[in-house]
């Protein structure tokens, strides 16, 4: 398999190197340069397999020669083998033809566990083998930083510095990161926002000369290898459904848009869906897109649903290439328009192709609020503020009530006790695994926001200082 850049100008790379790079040297995001198809009579067959045998069939063909099949196979049973429940993504019905999707049962309770359990074999097994190392450099609002952490930890190869607000992320989040002593491990409470901890991120991805020196790699969604193992998923829960031959719509809580470019290529190479209906809390921007054409920034707002704060969606241009006939070029053009001018627009042709299968929904805090409510007192199950958006939106834009629509549970309620308790009036507990998280020794440190700072501080702690 061979990946392109977004943007037309960077080196093809293989597999292999895509999960190394993070970010195309133009500026772009990788993606494969064809989907790997499955007939409809290869797609009938995945209802036989089990979660880890249709991640294989699934994620196999984007790896290609880069990691012998075996080996991969072994990846992917011990990835979930810390999956809670039996079943690594548990699907509920919560009203007529009407489902849930728990992709919430990994260690730190929330999706980005599913693929980036992957990732840490990846990371680890690909540097082992070439004798290498890298600084996995990241920022997080919460979820991305946990997850990245529990399954990079210990891990000799790697060395991960992770850049979170300071005083700004839950109790619950920053433990989940904090607690976690390894040696390999650094928590920096940056003194900012999330967006500076992004922006610094980005400035060190910038300075070629530290990214090259110290290997930086990344986790959060521009990672292809995120985007490659989220596309199972919308398999499995459409052949659990039994809809593998006729249409199926899934509604997906959205903040960098990762997880729903999951589900359009799942569609591209070869799953039947109808609709996917796309879910934001007050940031807007998506849903404002899909009706008009255009991406306009307005300022972040704070919701109960945290993830999803997020105005630019960094993986909606790996939509934008596709729709776009891989044009690299016009890309480019867009993307710089949107950085100068903070907004863009496509032509009316391309914008009927999104709206023929793109749906989008918003829903204020109080509006999430009620939904948590209503699937309690209906169903009994508490939900998160983010799967609650999503459900919501599911609801808002359904067009066909004979097909199914999944709803993505993206977070455990635990994971966001103070929303679920303004709804419903009780907190959910934490998993018992967790039970010691709030009396755990933490360890951070603190920085200003200041990237020559940051810079020597992982330099002078990362084990590839030269
Ligand atoms: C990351 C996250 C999202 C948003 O997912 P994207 O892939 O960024 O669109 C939604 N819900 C939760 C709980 C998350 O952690």
């Not at 730190?108 to 990371?123: E, N, P």
């Not at 500076?196 to 000369?209: E, G, I, S, Y």
């Not at 009036?425 to 967790?434: E, F, I, N, S, T």
């Not at 926001?449 to 020597?456: A, D, E, G, M, P």
Request: glycine fraction near 6%.
């Amino acid at each position: 398999m061979k990946y392109i850049s977004t943007r037309g100008q960077a080196p093809i790379l293989d597999f292999e190197n895509v999960l190394l790079s993070g970010l195309a040297r133009d500026g772009g995001l990788y993606v494969p340069d064809t989907w790997p198809m499955f007939s409809s009579s290869e797609v009938k067959e995945f209802s036989s397999l089990t979660y880890n045998e249709l991640a294989l069939r699934v994620i196999q063909p984007f790896v290609g020669d880069s990691i012998e099949t075996v080996k991969l196979s072994e990846m992917i049973n011990s990835s979930y083998s810390r999956f809670t429940t039996a079943d690594t993504a548990p699907l509920k019905e919560i009203g007529k033809n009407e489902y849930l999707l728990e992709l919430f049962h990994g260690p730190t309770l929330a999706f980005k566990d599913i693929a980036l359990q992957i990732l840490g074999h990846l990371f680890d097994h690909i540097l082992r083998t070439r004798g290498k190392t890298t600084t996995i450099i990241g920022a997080t609002s919460g979820d991305t930083g946990s997850a990245a952490i529990e399954a990079m930890r210990d891990r000799d190869a790697i060395e991960v510095f992770m850049l979170h607000p300071y005083g700004r992320i839950s109790d619950v989040q920053r433990r989940q990161m904090t607690t976690v002593i390894s040696p390999n491990i650094h928590n920096i409470a940056i003194e900012g926002n999330f967006d500076d901890c992004q922006d610094l991120v980005k400035a060190m991805f910038n300075d070629k000369l530290f990214c090259d020196r110290m290997r930086l790699g990344a986790v959060n969604s521009i990672n292809w290898a995120r985007i490659m193992s989220q596309i199972v998923y919308y398999f499995y829960a459409a052949a659990k459904v039994g809809e593998l031959k006729n249409p199926i719509s899934f509604a997906v809580p959205t903040g960098n848009f990762g997880n729903v470019f999951s589900g359009y290529s799942a569609m591209c190479m070869g799953l039947n869906v109808d609709q996917f209906v796309v879910g934001s809390n007050r940031n807007d921007i998506l849903t404002r897109f899909f009706e008009t054409g255009s991406m306009t920034i307005q300022d972040v707002h704070s919701t109960l649903s945290p993830s999803m704060d997020i105005q630019v969606s960094s993986n909606f241009e790996r939509l934008l290439f596709e729709i776009l006939d891989h044009d690299g070029d016009r890309l480019q053009l867009i993307m710089n328009e949107f950085r100068k001018k903070g907004n863009f627009s496509i032509d009316n042709k391309a914008l009927e192709i999104i709206q023929s299968i793109f749906y989008g929904a918003s829903f204020d805090d109080d509006e999430t609020k009620n939904t948590i409510l209503d699937i309690f007192e209906k169903t009994g199950e508490l939900v998160d503020p983010h799967t609650a958006v999503g459900i919501a939106a599911g609801r808002a834009q359904r067009r066909e009530k004979s097909v199914p629509m999944i709803a993505l549970a993206t977070a455990h309620p635990a994971k966001f006790p103070d929303a679920v308790n303004l709804s419903v009036g009780q907190r959910p507990a934490l998993p018992k695994r967790l039970n010691q998280l709030m009396e755990k020794k933490e360890k951070f440190i603190i920085l200003p926001n200041n990237v020559n700072l940051i810079q020597s501080f992982i330099s002078d702690n990362s084990k590839i200082n030269p």
